[in-house]
């Protein structure tokens, strides 16, 4: 019986550490799960969308779509998501663009065909780069899930009229950990660490916080958590069955527009 057991126990540490090694070795894999579709340098359904190449510091080649803003109206530089591209996005796009919002939309590296390995440090490296090539004062900063994860570190380091979040999370580690609770996540992600609060004290602009509590990916509480640790100006909007990627259909677009129209001049 006591030999049962501890070829048990030693079976079930082997299988752990096997999964906790796949995992260490794949995580960028899983945290950037990019498509490869050829379409980093085409624009498709944002009207007056055009492409702008932006050189990032190590030499890739950066693609955004960028839109020019109609007369007086803001720029919104905006970050997707971590596992679709820049045409996955473009509902939201069209909807910012048709309002007269000017619009800067990031292709993250080995997204969408484009070239390079996405990682953390690279990512915050390429979006300032885009912020400091294509843009001629303070925009508004827009990011989705781990968009609003970017978008929180460039809203650290550069001017911005506003911010605004939709289903972000505290910490990416965090994040992991409610899915993998077996893992020792926030020691795995040493170097994708994305800690949006720790950084989001030193944002003094406008804060536009969206979430679903129905959020089974990044739960509610992760996003009220970043929130609760910025400074005011801030706003919390909860979509009541609100998921992760459907909160346009509950009006999150007309919110973000609305927020954004009410900034002051």
């Known amino acids: 019986m006591r030999r049962w057991l501890v070829r048990l126990a030693l079976t079930l540490i082997l299988g752990w550490s096997v999964a906790v090694a796949a995992l260490l070795l794949f995580r960028h894999q899983l945290i950037y799960p990019f498509r490869d579709w050829p379409v980093a340098t085409q624009v498709a359904g944002v009207s007056g969308a055009r492409v702008a190449e932006v050189q990032a510091p190590d030499g890739i080649p950066v693609y955004t779509w960028v839109v020019d803003p109609a007369p007086g109206r803001p720029t919104i530089l905006y970050f997707m998501g971590n596992a679709g591209s820049l045409p996955a996005a473009a509902p939201r796009l069209q909807e910012l663009a048709l309002a007269g919002f000017g619009v800067v939309a990031l292709n993250y590296r080995g997204a969408g065909g484009a070239p390079g390995a996405p990682s953390q440090a690279a990512l915050i490296a390429d979006a300032l780069a885009v912020y400091d090539a294509l843009l001629n004062g303070p925009p508004v900063i827009y990011g989705t899930s781990l968009g609003a994860a970017l978008a929180t570190q460039v809203a650290a380091q550069r001017p911005v009229q506003a911010l605004v979040l939709e289903t ?18 926030c020691v795995l992600l040493w170097d994708e660490h994305w800690g949006s609060v720790e950084v989001i004290d030193q944002i003094n602009a406008p804060l536009l916080v969206l979430h679903g509590d129905a959020d089974r990916i990044i739960p509610i509480a992760h996003g009220r958590a970043l929130f609760d640790a910025a400074r005011q100006p801030k706003e919390f909007v909860t979509y009541p069955g609100g998921r992760h990627n459907d909160l346009r259909l509950y009006g999150a677009g007309r919110d973000v527009i609305a927020f954004i129209e009410g900034l002051a001049p």
């Open 168 to 185: 972000p999370f505290a910490r990416l580690c965090q994040t992991a950990r409610h899915h993998y609770p077996w893992v020792p996540a």
